[in-house]
């Protein structure tokens, strides 16, 4: 079975520009969550989405957002790119957005903000 | 506020050894703990998860442990092998949201 899948793998983009990454979900599973992770950090929560609806956001600016389709894969959009965006985004599926379920990740998107 | 600390930050140990990655976290209303693995510049891998209501779990050489009372869970990875290196992550889900709240990690080096 097809793990997590993550496109691109990398993206290099200028300043001030929009950048979409998209995530493809483990068949059956329902729940996708986007992170972050800049060098030498652990991830960090941007966005949950269940069935289709935000179920929570993390503290990051309005430039971000997302969204899930009715095949369950997912798109994070952020615009206006900064530098300091440059980072690793992590997509992560799991069956159900409840409390004790496993989170499975993707390889991530490595985007270099220039 | 959630926060999650793990100790050491990196680790260096001889091939064969037995060693245990320490994780710590300030909120102990968790629903789980899950720790991963992370190869350079790649994804997570995930290796074990502890639901709230279990004391450990143990998936072949690896054991991990958790103490939702004290606020903490170790990674015990028995006879290490170089193909261990890697990062380790400990996270937990907790809060509305069910986000996943990580550390910072600890990079194993296992010296042939």
């Known amino acids: 079975d097809a793990g997590v899948t993550q496109s691109p793998t990398h993206l290099i983009k200028t300043r001030g520009q929009q950048v979409t990454l998209r995530c493809s979900p483990i068949?059956?599973?329902?729940?996708v969550s986007w992170y972050q992770q800049v060098l030498g950090q652990g991830p960090q929560f941007i966005f949950q989405?269940?069935?289709?609806?935000?179920?929570g956001r993390g503290n990051f600016p309005d430039r971000f957002s997302a969204r899930q389709f009715p095949n369950y894969s997912s798109e994070l959009n952020v615009n206006a790119l900064l530098l300091g965006d440059s980072a690793l985004y992590l997509c992560?599926?799991?069956?159900?957005?409840?409390?004790?379920?496993?989170?499975?990740f993707g390889q991530g998107t490595r985007l270099t903000v220039v | 506020k959630q926060e999650v600390t793990q100790i050491p930050a990196a680790l260096s140990v001889p091939e064969g050894e037995n060693l245990v990655l320490n994780c710590s976290f300030t909120?102990?209303?968790?629903?789980?703990l899950q720790w991963f693995r992370q190869d350079p510049g790649k994804g997570l891998t995930s290796l074990l998860l502890?639901?709230?209501?279990?004391r450990e779990q143990t998936s072949g050489r690896l054991n991990a442990s958790l103490d939702k009372s004290s606020g903490r869970s170790t990674l015990y990875i028995a006879a290490s092998q170089p193909g261990d290196s890697a990062t380790y992550l400990c996270a937990n889900s907790g809060g509305s949201n069910y986000k996943l709240t990580f550390g910072k990690g600890t990079l194993l080096t296992v010296n042939p």
């Open positions: 502890i639901q709230s209501s279990q």
């Open positions: 989405y269940y069935e289709k609806e935000e179920r």
């Open positions: 909120d102990s209303a968790i629903y789980n």
């Open positions: 068949s059956g599973h329902k729940s």
């Open positions: 992560a599926s799991s069956r159900k957005g409840q409390k004790n379920t496993e989170a499975f």
